[in-house]
């Protein structure tokens, strides 16, 4: 019975390296992790906000974030928050959950899910929305969780992708 155990769980930890493994290094395996990438883009700003591709052609750095964030073939804003910018579901190694970032959305101040109890929610505006994306602060100047990257940006950047999120 001993080994039975010993086999089942060696069994499960080689399953999981497994998976980790092609998670990591085979991150365009549709079948293991969601990948989101397009053949072409209609602005700057989309591919921004699918890969994380700045208007230099080179990709943008950030700091704080989760770590998986570049390495696993998802290096933009898609990653957390989905094709359609509404976020909604928990995001990978974590309980938190990514927030609704389309632009409605945020100038309305609806963009968390509330529960009863929280604080009203203030609207944002274009320039605290640049600031919410490169320096993680909240239009109040409350700072983000670590989870939310700072995006080292241009200005025209910034625009880019903004004019994008007015999209979604």
Known sequence: MKNLWLFLAATALIGFAVVGFIMFFGSGHQGLYRTYRKASYSSVG????????????SPISFTRGPHWLGRMGEKGCVACHGVDGKGGFPLMMTSTMATDITYDSLISGKHHRQVEG????????????????????????????????????????????LAYLKEL
Do not use: H
Request: no cysteine; hydrophobic share 25%; glycine share 8%.
């Open 46 to 57: 989309e591919k921004i906000y699918y890969e994380g591709i700045g208007s230099d052609g």
């Open 118 to 161: 929280d604080e009203e929610e203030i609207p944002y505006s274009d320039e605290t929305i640049k600031k919410a994306i490169a320096q993680g602060l909240d239009p109040s100047g409350k700072k983000f969780s670590r989870i939310m990257p700072r995006w080292k940006m241009t200005e025209e950047d910034l625009n880019e992708l």
